[in-house]
């Protein structure tokens, strides 16, 4: 009894359970407001609505990357690594900083000039120009939005990054409500492409005091060889946005025409369900696991770091995805309205690969830690690739349950793959390394 007393306040004690439980307090407060935002959308706009939504939301995630340059990982990477050096540190943010701005100008002009031509490919609609207008106008203060926070996570300041977090989403729950009520189905797409830029103002209140925001981190010279480290991250990021939102462009319109706009919204909101209960687990790779990975360099250590999350994570998920499908009947209940019953035939292959797609990314991580830049560009390209084909040739035999038995069968391939890939790591005894 007192082994098992000491072995549990042992493993309370671990670094990765402590960023677990603040990201979990920060998710949990996300999935909060997450599901009420999502309940009331559901009821206002329905199926029909939550599917033109999706596509906002895929386009806005490729345009948002392309703003910031896909450099955030780069400087959450750098930043861990150096942090120790305030002179390094400051070519790393002021390189940063300038990419930042010259990217999210330009393409934030192209979406003022392009708006009603992107109006009509992406929403499939003329009607809905001044939702790109506003979006270019907005997009600069996303990108640096997303810089701060990524500063942030590179120095490890995880009390305030989960408190910026907490804060954004419950602001993020009264702009949308409110933006929603009063304009429908132009409220809510809106307010997809706008809250994250009002909420700069509140990340720079909220991290006033933080020694290394002051002019001379951010005013250095622009440092050529930070620009040629960061490119790695920036194709990494690009491709990465390239990928999956588009697959799910394709994906959705392909529904939308061979099925109906009604199932899109069935798929749209599992995706939408997924991408709450997901937060956790992405949250705490991307605050805890990649300034960790980053700064190691025993293959031992690595192998250590990479099955402590399996033991830890894995049976969270597992247990927690058997829940969920239980429950399922009645996640849709209080989620979504009677209109979306359809859609419970969606979750065991939905749950199913989000088990392997999280079970893949503890590895698929080291590639973004370890700058393998090649190498991931050219899984995600492939395994994108492959999840469209199955999902058109599925979707011949079972509809839209066929684009959930793909996204599994896809993730399972993903997994072996990555077990391959780093098997070197995790077969090999290598003490000594």
């Known amino acids: 009894m007192v082994d098992l007393k ?19 307090l920060s998710t949990l407060v996300k999935m909060l407001t997450g599901l009420v935002s999502v309940k009331i959308v559901a009821i206002l706009i329905g199926p029909a609505g939550i599917a033109l939504l ?16 896909g450099i ?52 499939l609609s003329s009607d809905y120009g001044y939702v790109f207008l506003i979006f270019g106008l907005a997009l600069n203060f996303y990108a640096f939005n997303s810089f701060l ?15 910026v977090n907490i804060v954004g989403s419950i602001l993020g729950l009264i702009f949308t409500i409110t933006l929603v009520y009063f304009g429908g189905l132009k409220g809510a797409l809106v307010s997809a492409i706008s809250f994250q830029s009002v909420m700069l103002f509140v990340t720079l209140y909220m991290i006033r005091k933080v020694y290394w925001l002051n002019k001379s981190f951010f005013w ?28 799910q462009l394709v994906l959705r319109v392909r529904i939308i025409n061979e099925i109906s706009q009604i199932e899109a919204g069935w798929w749209e909101a599992i995706n939408r369900i997924s991408n709450m209960y997901l937060l956790v687990i992405t949250t705490t790779l991307s605050v805890y696991y990649l300034p960790k990975l980053s700064e190691i360099s025993s293959n031992h250590t690595l192998k250590h770091e990479l099955i402590k999350a399996y033991k830890l994570i894995t049976p969270i998920l597992l247990i927690g995805f058997i829940i969920i499908y239980l429950l399922r009947f009645t996640v849709i209940k209080v989620l979504f309205t009677s209109e979306f019953q359809g859609m419970e035939k969606l979750f ?14 503890l590895l698929a991580f ?13 899984t995600e390209v492939v395994f994108t690739l492959i999840f469209i084909i199955l999902s058109f040739y599925f979707m011949q035999f079972n509809g839209i349950v066929g684009v959930t038995q793909a996204l599994s069968a896809t993730y399972l391939g993903y997994f072996i793959c990555m077990l391959i890939l780093f098997r070197k790591i995790l077969f090999t005894s290598n003490k000594g390394n």
């Open 366 to 378: 080291l590639m973004v830690a370890k700058a393998m830049t090649k190498t991931y560009v050219i």
């Open 54 to 69: 999706g596509q906002l939301n895929n386009f806005a995630t490729i345009v948002m990357t392309l703003a910031s340059g």
């Open 220 to 247: 250095e010279k622009f440092d050529k060889k930070w620009l040629r480290r960061y490119m790695g991250f920036s194709v990494m990021a690009l491709v990465t946005a390239a990928t999956s939102p588009i697959s």
């Open 149 to 163: 926070i990524s500063i942030l996570n590179g120095f490890k300041e995880f009390k305030l990054f989960v408190s």
């Open 6 to 24: 000491s072995k549990f306040r042992s493993i309370l004690t671990l670094e990765v359970v402590k960023i677990f439980s603040y990201t979990t």
């Open 348 to 361: 065991f292959w939905q749950l199913l690969g989000d088990f392997l797609k999280i079970s893949s990314w």
């Open 72 to 123: 955030n990982n780069g400087v959450t990477k750098y930043v861990s690594e150096y942090k120790s050096s305030d002179t390094e540190t400051s070519k790393i943010l002021s390189t940063g900083f300038k990419i930042t701005g010259f990217c999210s100008c330009v393409i934030g002009l192209l979406l003022i000039v392009f708006n009603n031509f992107l109006s009509s490919k992406v929403l």
